[in-house]
């Protein structure tokens, strides 16, 4: 079945870690996306990528880091985690547009860093 | 700059009908979604709207003005399990989807 999954779910992790969050698709979805939500605040788009070897950083500056090497990975890392990075993390996967292009989205990792 | 403009909260009654609007400002427009999102998961996709007109999925309708910068989610015959919050998301002329801050609907019995 076509499905976009994230892992772990859940994440309690200390300051200074790296830490890497995964997201995979099964859909055949060109187009990927990083959101970063707090409790009952809006979406944020961290990163994006429109295809293999393609990453962009979107609208909140963050100090994470993203790859494409494989149409269905787009993996995040954080480099060294701080309490401030502690929110939900979701991935999101869309067709190309031409289609409705509607985002389906992965379950969400929540994150909280000590 | 590009914007999305929703109410932040509504509050209705389990059986009623409840409108939630949505305005926008964006450099081109691609279409307008609306996604549902309970606590703590993930936005689902409830419609789509690119032409002008009303959109109807069971007890779910979204309408689209496009010359007015303006959708409306209406929900019908409301259930307990419709309080959540209501995304409005628009497509612009890159293709970006620029999202809202989104409607939390209580529903009261």
């Known amino acids: 079945e076509a499905d976009i999954y994230q892992t772990p779910r859940y994440l309690v992790i200390g300051t200074g870690k790296k830490i890497t969050l995964e997201c995979s698709q099964t859909?055949?979805?060109?187009?990927m996306y990083w959101y970063q939500q707090d409790p009952g605040m809006e979406l944020h788009l961290i990163h994006y990528s429109y295809g293999v070897n393609s990453t962009e950083k979107g609208d909140l500056s963050s100090e994470s880091t993203v790859s494409r090497i494989r149409t269905e990975h787009f993996p995040l890392t954080l480099e060294s985690a701080r309490p401030s990075h502690t929110s939900q993390y979701l991935c999101?996967?869309?067709?190309?547009?031409?289609?409705?292009?509607?985002?389906?989205f992965g379950p969400g990792t929540r994150l909280t860093v000590l | 700059g590009q914007n999305i403009d929703q109410p932040t909260e509504m509050t209705a009654t389990e059986g009623a009908i409840v409108q939630i609007n949505c305005t926008y400002q964006?450099?081109?427009?691609?279409?307008l979604f609306w996604y549902q999102q309970h606590a703590g998961e993930a936005p689902t996709f409830l419609s789509y709207n690119v032409l002008d007109g009303l959109e109807e999925k069971g007890r779910f309708s979204s309408f689209l003005s496009r010359s007015k910068g303006y959708s409306y989610l209406l929900l019908k015959e409301l259930q307990m399990k419709d309080s959540a919050s209501y995304l409005c998301?628009?497509?612009?002329?890159?293709?970006?989807?620029?999202w809202g801050a989104g409607t939390k609907l209580i529903i009261k019995p």
């Open positions: 998301a628009v497509t612009d002329s890159n293709y970006q989807l620029i």
């Open positions: 859909m055949g979805h060109d187009k």
């Open positions: 964006t450099s081109g427009f691609n279409g």
């Open positions: 999101a996967s869309s067709a190309s547009p031409g289609d409705i292009n509607e985002q389906f």
